[in-house]
Structure formats: C-alpha cells, structure tokens
C-alpha cells in the first residue's frame, strides 16, 4: 500500500514522500526493508525504537508524538498508534477474500491455527497468525502482513475480559468461526466460567448468515453456541453425532495419533505430526472449517503432515544421554497441564519427571487446581520438580528457579522422560535448554 493509504486508513496526516509500505511490525528488532513500523506505548515507549527501526529498513513509521527529528523516513502521525494499527486491521481485511476464519477458545487455538492453515494450504493461498498473535496487535498485523493474493486467512482470538472478542471481529470479520473449548482459565481476569463462555461465544454472535460455526460437540458450553448464531453450524469431537468425527484412534510410541475421519464430504485415514492425543480434537476442528470452505477430504491427509506447528509445544527431543525431553513449555492452565501429564505417562520410560512452573491467573482456584495437577501426576507415577509455584503442595520437590530444577534433575540417563510445562511467564524452556 501507498503512504498516502495508510494515512487516509487511520486518520492521520502524512509528512514526508509518499512510499510503498510492504507489510508492518511492531518490533524494531525484526523490522524487514520497506516495513511500516508501528510503536506501541506500553511498558516501553515504542517512539523511542523509531531511529532504530528505519536503520533497520522500516520505509515509514506511526507516530503520536509527531516526525522524528534526524529521520529519514515519512512519518503518519495519529492520536493513539494502537488503534491506528487496528484501523490498518481493518483497511487489509477490505482487501482480503471471504475466506477468513477466527480461532477462539480456552486451550488449543494455536495448534488447531496450525493445523487448519496446513489444511487449506492445500487448495489455497493462506495466510495465518504467527506464533499466538491473538490480540488487539497481533491479530491485525496478521491481516496486514497478508500477501495480496491470499486467498484464505487464519487468525487466532484470545480474550483476557468479555468484549475483547467482539472487538476483534469488528476488524477481522470472520466467515468462519471455531470454538475449541471453554475451561476454567483467566478466571482472575474473567471472575466466572460462565463469563468465558459468554466472551468466546462473541465469535459466533459476529459470523454473517452465510457464514460457518465450527463447535466443539464435546463440551457442553460450546456446543450450546449454537443458539447465539445466524450461520450454519458444523459440530465436531468424538461424540458420534457430531458432523466431523474421529475413530479407531491409535497414538505411537512419539506420541503422534492416527485416526480415521469422519466428515459430511467423506472419510479418509488421517496421521497427525503434532503430538498428544489431545490434538485430535484440534484437528477435528479444523477439518470442519477446511471442509465448510472446500478443501477435499482426500486432500486432508497431507494437509495435516505438512501443517508448520509453532515451537515449545509437545516438542520430543533426546539428549546425548538417552534422556526424553517432552518440552511444552509455552504456556499451561489445567486442561493443558492434564493432557501434558497423561502423554508424558504414554511415554516408554523407567522414570518420569514433570518441572512444572505457575499456572497463572487462576484467580481463587489457583491453590486447588495446582494440587489436583500434583495429585494426578502422583497418580501416573510422575515425580513433579515444582519451579517457584508452593501451591504443587507436599508431594512435589520445590525449587526456587530454572538452575535449581536442573540440578534437582541431576542423575537422569537413558530410558527417563521429562515433561517441562508451565505458563509463559515462566518461561520453563530454559529447563529444555539446560537439558540439551
């Protein structure tokens, strides 16, 4: 797009040439020549990144604290750069095809994000979410960043309170809409389940009467969206009246299902490459919306190898010594945690361990759910190292940070297995790390 676009999108004034901008970023450090670079005031103020982000190659900026003296770049100078960037959100989806589908849910929304781009990957053109880039910035970089010949789009929603969603289906305008799960999570941020449940559910609220509904038949809250939408729905799970469903599951030795699928348009064999038993339900998703927009069923199987799954989730390593690494370190709340468990019990070993950090923002239930957790993994034979979280209780070994957890693990060899697992500011990758 033209400067001169950009600047007409948000409402700002452009001073300087009128460039072409190839696509935008947030962060000075992974700017790319001829980006827009937008700064973010939050806990560092993003205006003073500018300097460094042209010198990297960003052909513009935003900015609302006006031209930057000793910058040669065009400068669109606005009121608010967070919602100018949502306003930029919104100029891109008017560029993009109907083929938009919105990822919501308590757990799963990045590995059924993955699985689905992979899917209609291969019938169209598609553009997805990097990493979790599920809000109010990282869900209109998504449709910025869109090459102009996509042909569908995937993108991820998160919430942290009711209304986010809707928000953000005011800049996406999905077509298509999938509900993974609603689970106890955020409940310090959201109050109640009830109040989850009433916030994914603004994803289905948005969808046009031509639009898709993709719900989870498993779980009662979400299969009860269904009366809060206009669109068509298609259910999901391993209830058998469901419209897309799994059977005759197998899970080897790599923690990798096999399943034979279900769907309205037909039935195939399908493998997955991400693991854990807990991903067939994900893939049920997304086999329901790449059925509802087209992609053949005899297409799927492929489309599920060749899905490009983001990293530090149920990620399978060895080390020198024999050691098994299950690394799904980037985040965790009770539904996680549990299934995490239960593949890292599947797993063929003498000897279990789970480094387990905080499960974080659970609100009042925080104590009881980190328990229970301790307690299902006493149940499975799993020996937790519990980093810097005393809620774990008196069954686990407490240790005050990464290093200590890693010498608390010191003594593995060939035939033990170690499941690293906790929320994002835990950041337990460094025990995989450590590891080797």
Partial sequence: ???????????????????????????????????LFVPIVAARDGHDFIKGAVSAGAGAYLTATGPVDGVDAPAITVDDTALALADLGRAARRRLPERVVGITGSVGKTSTKDLLAGLLSTTFRTAASEKSFNNELGLPLTLF????????????????GVGHIELLCSIARPTVGIITRV????????GSIEAV????????????????????????????????TSAQVLTYGLTPSADVVATDIVVDDQLRASFRLHTPWGSTQVSLAARGEHQVSNALAAAAAAGGLGVPVESMPAGFLGAALSGLRMELSTTADGVV??????????????????????????????VLGTMAELGHDSAAEHEAIALQAESLGIAVIAVDEPFYGSTATHVADIDAAVAALAGLGNGDAVLVKGSRVAALERVAEKLG
């Fill in 197 to 228: 449940a009433r916030a994914k559910g603004e994803l289905v609220e948005a969808l046009p009467a031509d639009g898709i509904a993709v719900l989870n038949a498993d779980h009662e809250r979400v299969a009860a969206m269904a009366s809060r």
């Fill in 1 to 35: 797009m033209q400067a001169t676009e950009l600047a007409d999108a948000v409402g700002g004034q452009l001073v300087g040439n009128d460039v072409t901008v190839d696509g935008a970023t947030i962060d000075s450090r992974a700017v790319r020549s001829g980006q």
């Fill in 183 to 190: 689970e106890g999570v955020h409940l310090e941020l959201f």
């Fill in 325 to 354: 690494v299950l690394n799904d370190a980037y985040n965790a709340n009770p539904t996680s945690m549990s299934a995490a468990l239960r593949s890292l019990a599947a797993l063929d070993a003498r000897r279990r361990f789970a």
């Fill in 145 to 160: 960043n869109a090459p102009d010949d996509t042909e569908a789009a995937v993108v991820e929603m998160g919430a942290r």
